[in-house]
T-cell receptor, first 115, second 115 residues
């Protein structure tokens, strides 16, 4: 069975600080990897995704993530956070094929950006 | 283009009551999912469907039933609600894995309180 671990449960940063959120997954086969963001009171929105090719993926709002296959990791980064980045961030993995293809989420990281 | 629509958005139930949550998508997606979101636990998969007329159990299926009679709709039923089912419920849909774009699109959520 696939699983996702997010190491940071709550992160507090000042505006302009750099961000890195950890994500590790356990699944031996080919995977698709995602980062979703949930702003307060809203539904989940896709930040970025990795399917194949360049392991450094760029998403919306200046976010990027790097897939390191040997470490089973897909960490999210942003060089300079803004107050509007305050939200909860979820890493997700989609492995397998057919009926086994379902999204599994990590427990989320709550990011609080202070002015 | 409405995407994924969930009804209702809010509901309060008494213990033992039943209800059905409706999810509708207009993107012709084969896969549909029901998740529940609880603080500190991320999104946990309740049930999912890989096509019309098919359903499968996720991580936390107990106390819930689902039906996918039409491709565009995925219903989640609670036969006898319990306080432990107080949660925010999200529906999502996606194309099947193997295509180039398998990201999941989420509805706005249903906040359910069981008293």
């Amino acid at each position: 069975a696939q699983s996702v671990s997010q190491h940071n449960h709550h992160v507090i940063l000042s505006e302009a600080a750099s961000l890195e959120l950890g994500c590790n997954y356990s699944y031996g086969g080919t995977v698709n990897l995602f980062w979703y963001v949930q702003y307060p009171g809203q539904h989940l929105q896709l930040l970025l995704k990795y399917f194949s090719g360049d392991p450094l993926v760029k998403g919306i709002k200046g976010f990027e993530a790097e897939f390191i296959k040997s470490k089973f990791s897909f960490n999210l980064r942003k060089p300079s956070v803004q107050w509007s980045d305050t939200a909860e961030y979820f890493c997700a993995v989609n492995g397998g094929a057919g009926t086994a293809s379902k999204l599994t989420f990590g427990t989320g990281t709550r990011l609080q950006v202070t002015l | 283009n409405a995407g994924v629509t969930q009804t209702p958005k809010f509901r309060v139930l008494k213990t033992g009551q039943s209800m059905t949550l409706l999810c509708a998508q207009d993107m012709n997606h084969e896969y549909m999912y029901w998740y529940r979101q609880d603080p500190g636990m991320g999104l946990r998969l309740i049930h999912y469907s890989v096509g019309e007329g098919t359903t499968a159990k996720g991580e936390v299926p107990d106390g819930y039933n689902v039906s996918r009679l039409k491709k565009q709709n995925f219903l989640l039923g609670l036969e006898s609600a319990a306080p432990s089912q107080t949660s925010v419920y999200f529906c999502a849909s996606s194309p099947p894995r193997g295509r180039t774009n398998t990201e999941a699109f989420f509805g706005q959520g249903t906040r359910l309180t069981v008293v």
